[in-house]
């Protein structure tokens, strides 16, 4: 069975710092680039960051830059996103998901039907 499962949210103060695991299973996980997405209530989904098949490209929005690292370990199926000097604005539900696009394309332009696993919850109290 192709499955993606996110991980790792929760509830931290504003400065604080998770880190989210999106693990696979069913698919040559390698072959794809994979993108953490949010979606906060009322908003628009926006591609967080993305990395590459073999993890040597990555992209990230403007508004995580520096905050934000993506890394992914192909032998264990997984891609982790560590959250540093986190904002109320952060605050949404987080999912993956995974393509076979440029990081930049599946970042900014993902197709509406993109496979993706059900999200974790990241809350940023101020």
């Known amino acids: 069975e192709v499955q993606l499962q996110a991980s790792g949210g929760g509830l931290v103060q504003a400065g604080g710092s998770l880190r989210l695991s999106c693990t696979a299973s069913g698919f040559s996980f390698g072959d794809y680039a994979v993108g953490w997405f949010r979606q906060a209530p009322g908003k628009e989904r926006e591609g967080v960051s993305c990395?590459?098949?073999?993890?040597?490209?990555?992209f990230y929005r403007d508004s995580v830059k520096g905050r934000f690292a993506i890394s992914r370990d192909n032998a264990k199926n997984a891609v982790y996103l560590q959250m540093n000097s986190l904002r109320p604005e952060d605050t949404a539900v987080y999912y993956c998901?995974?393509?076979?696009?440029?990081?930049?394309?599946?970042?900014?332009?993902?197709?509406?039907?993109?496979?993706r696993g059900q999200g974790t919850q990241v809350t940023v109290s101020s």
């Open positions: 998901a995974v393509d076979q696009l440029t990081v930049e394309t599946l970042c900014l332009l993902p197709p509406a039907d993109i496979f």
């Open positions: 990395v590459s098949g073999n993890g040597g490209s990555t």
